[in-house]
């Protein structure tokens, strides 16, 4: 299995700019989960869907962030616009149902905003 | 709020030694315990807790839950300078909402 595919790996952009975040989960897992982690504030959840439908969105930080799950191997997380403080590595998990199933985490992308 | 706390934030030992590292939370809806390893990249997994007072163990480390003191414990036995690391501690609360803790950075030196 390639385990969960996230792309781009780096992105730098220009405050304002949109920018999209990529993921494709494994196979199979019905749950995707979108992270951020800075140095500050460590790893927080943003936002996970079930099925493709979005159950907590509660870690979104603002308006400006958006995430979709249009089918099951797909999914964005956008900003728009970007700004300085979003520079984070974004990371994509997914897992298999239940609880008791642990979540695999994507590669990340790196993403500065100047 | 729920919040999940691991002691130390940094931790420095020398190749061999042996380290306990420390995670207490506060969550609503407890389900699981769970520790990843985050070298450069993404967090792998380590270990996931479920019951009280089972212990854990792949190779050199180990991990325990305790609910009723709300805390777990992962202990790397014999350290080697590839254990250099942040350890993350997070919790399963509810459905399947992972909430993490700051982590600890462990720095092996050989």
């Known amino acids: 299995d390639a385990g969960v595919i996230q792309s781009p790996r780096h992105e730098v952009t220009e405050m304002g700019q949109e920018v999209t975040l990529r993921c494709k989960p494994i196979s199979g897992h019905d749950y995707l989960f979108w992270y951020r982690q800075t140095m500050m504030r460590g790893l927080e959840l943003l936002i996970y869907f079930n099925n493709n439908v979005p159950i907590d969105d509660s870690g979104m930080p603002e308006d400006r962030f958006s995430a979709k799950m249009p089918n099951a191997s797909f999914s964005t997380l956008k900003i728009q616009p970007s700004e300085p403080r979003d520079s984070a590595v974004y990371f994509c998990a997914s897992s298999l149902g239940t609880f008791k199933e642990t979540q695999y985490f994507g590669p990340g992308t790196r993403l500065l905003v100047l | 709020e729920d919040k999940v706390v691991q002691s130390p934030l940094s931790l420095v030992v020398h190749e061999g030694d042996t380290v306990t590292l420390n995670c207490s939370y506060e969550v609503t809806n407890f389900r699981s315990l769970l520790w990843y390893k985050q070298e450069k990249k993404a967090p792998t997994f380590l270990f996931m807790l479920?019951?009280?007072?089972i212990e854990k163990k792949s190779g050199r480390l180990s991990s325990i839950l305790d609910k009723k003191e709300l805390s777990s414990i992962l202990n790397i036995t014999a350290t080697q300078t590839g254990d250099s690391a942040i350890y993350l501690c997070a919790v399963i609360q509810g459905a399947q909402k992972l909430v993490f803790g700051q982590g600890t950075r462990l720095t092996i030196n050989p």
């Open positions: 479920t019951s009280s007072g």
